[in-house]
């Protein structure tokens, strides 16, 4: 049975008076990789491409094969991506095939291997670095553990949460209950007091301080971890 088929194969392919060539679509897919990788900016490697359908092999006559790949590609767009490859052979237009691709990109982040408290600083004790797709984390995920690097955790953490700027900020250098520098700058006259501060603040932040010599509440910025100042205009 076997030989009886390969013999109508070569029946046909006598017939046809042409050879044949094969295409694998893994190629043509690559080409589509290459194409949305330069028309969107995202390094080809850095690119996660997933046919809606499979793409087929391309059956073609012999001769040399030229494929270009068209399609609308906004710069840094990951999604659904419809596209168009054109396939040529020896100048004539033997193929064209639609495909539909969904287009992401790896990405980088932490998540949380424990409990973070609130104030409490990032380590490798309690991150670890993750590798997924760019459509699976928040926009504004960290990145890089630099852009931790003096940080602290603004609100409680769980384990497994991935770790985002709206999660972080600068640490408080004045603490509540702290006494401080008062500096009170009235029309270009210091008056230096005592203070104390009635609420955490970070450096350059409005805080609310209590002078201990007047009793009086006033709201100063935070100059460095001994000084507040007060401007009275």
Known sequence: MKKLLLCAYLLTAAISGRAEQVVPGQEILELCREYVGEKSGHPAESLVIIPRS????LTLPEGYVKMEVSGRVEEREIGRVPLQVTVRVDGKEEKVLYVALDVDTKANAFVTTSWVRRGGTFSPGNLTPVETTASDLPPDHVKTLEQLKGKVAKVALPKGRVLSHRHIEE???VDRGAIV???VDAAGLQIETKGKVLSDGKRGERVKVRNL???????GQVRNATTVTVEVY
Do not use: Q
């Open 181 to 183: 520098d008062l500096v």
């Open 171 to 173: 640490p408080a250098i």
């Open 54 to 57: 499979r793409v087929p092999d």
């Open 213 to 219: 010599r007047s009793g009086k509440i006033v709201y």
